[in-house]
């Protein structure tokens, strides 16, 4: 196999979980031409850029891996950790709030702490998550923020355009206060709603079919939007 120079490891996550994230990755890095792949597999001729999600025993995989090999790996954080007013807060609420869109956020938490030292550097997609306080929390913490990249007319459109089918579609993990707010909508328009669609092209024809798409925050006091 072609050794890559970055190798982006999509082993710790559904694939259709990640879509938006792996479609930012490879426009970004392959427009600065990095030779630059995608594998489920640690590479050890390779800089291994992991996408923020680790949980045992997965979390002592790659740290072994990074002890064995010598290595250091990149991650790519999605998630708004911050260290306010001496609290460490994962989306916003501290570990004993209850969250049904992230529950084992705590768990998820110590995965990264474990594999600070063996971290090289943590890269968000754009200007998103802020990260307030996270040198507190990862003592010097080194984040790029990756910018976002252009958009070809190739990747807005799937086949012939069409007439809606729907007045709103919504894809993402669906909460409770997703679920109600998509059950109040169907009282007054026609909607097609997924948890996730199986590929970007699959999700892209679901989108062209609808007049809008909705970006619907995962809590009501859910206080960011949503860039992917």
């Not at 790659?62 to 790996?73: R, S, W």
């Not at 012939?160 to 919504?170: C, L, M, V, W």
């Not at 109040?184 to 669609?197: I, M, N, T, V």
Request: hydrophobic share 35%; charged share 25%; proline share 6%.
């Amino acid at each position: 196999m072609k050794p890559y120079k970055i190798n982006i490891y999509l082993g710790n996550h559904y694939p259709e979980w990640i879509l938006d994230q792996v479609w930012f990755l490879k426009r970004v890095l392959m427009h600065e031409k990095i030779d630059l792949g995608f594998s489920n597999e640690l590479m050890p001729d390779a800089m291994n850029l992991l996408i923020e999600n680790f949980e045992p025993p997965f979390t002592e995989t790659v740290f072994d891996f990074c002890k064995e090999n010598q290595k250091k790996i990149g991650v790519v954080l999605t998630e708004h950790i911050d260290y306010i007013d001496g609290n460490v807060l994962f989306n916003g609420i501290s570990e004993n709030d209850p969250d049904d869109y992230q529950p084992r956020r705590l768990i998820r938490l110590l995965g990264l702490l474990h594999l600070a030292p063996v971290t090289m550097g943590y890269f968000t997609l754009g200007e998103y998550p802020e990260l307030t306080g996270f040198q507190n929390i990862i003592n010097d913490a080194r984040v790029t923020r990756l910018p976002y990249p252009k958009i070809d007319k190739s990747d807005m459109l799937f086949g012939a355009k069409s007439e809606p089918a729907f007045d709103f579609s919504f894809t993402g993990t669906l909460t409770a206060h997703r679920e109600k707010v998509l059950k109040r909508l169907k009282q007054y328009a026609s909607l097609s709603s997924e948890s996730f669609g199986d590929d970007d092209k699959e999700r892209a024809s679901m989108l062209q079919k609808s007049r809008f798409s909705l970006n619907i925050p995962q809590r009501d006091n859910w206080q960011w939007i949503s860039p992917m």
